[in-house]
């Protein structure tokens, strides 16, 4: 008496990342596919490969500078930055301490912000639409002795306004002759003022 075998077959199929199950009928020791036009392909979800957070301790091209939190396969981690004194496992505290200290710098931006805000009010408010008088001696038809400088420029608004301003943030134009031009103090990256500066002859 003969019988049929049903035998099930999984094979792995490397180029597709899939299995392959076909079911295969055995019947007096002769193989043959069962209804081929069924046969069942099943993908294999592969697992995002683990990542861990690292503090760098020194610079790395393409991922961060030093001071940074970064996220690294934890082999890369294990066997070259360890190994390589690049970087630390960002344990809770670090991560606790590097949130305080980015809230910190953050706030002491705004700070500084509206610092720089308050310090535009108050020129404007002392010089006004006038401006800026600096009294310089002139020659002929007007030309100044010497020049108009960001030091001396830095020096006026302090003594008048209270207000510091680096000499270096002042842009100050070519002034040769009495008259006026206009002058722009940087007081902070996005933060700045304009202001008239008249030059007239130093007897008046």
Known sequence: MSHTTLVLTL?????????????????????????????????????????????LTQSVKGLGATGDIVSVKQAYFDNFMFAQNLGKLATKEILDQKAAEEAAAKAEAVALRAA????????QAIFGSQGLFIKKKVGKEGAIFGSVTSTELATLVKERTGVDVDKRKIEVPSISH????????????????TLKISVVPASL
């Open 11 to 55: 094979s792995w199929l490397a180029t597709a990342d899939a299995f392959l199950i076909g079911v295969h009928r055995v019947h007096g020791g002769t193989s043959s596919i069962c209804n081929p036009q069924s046969s069942v392909v099943m993908f294999a979800k592969k697992k995002a490969p683990k990542l861990t957070k690292v503090l």
């Open 116 to 123: 720089a805000e308050e310090s535009v009010k108050t020129m």
């Open 178 to 193: 009495v008259g006026s031009a206009l002058a722009t103090f940087k007081l902070h990256q996005d933060v700045a003022c």
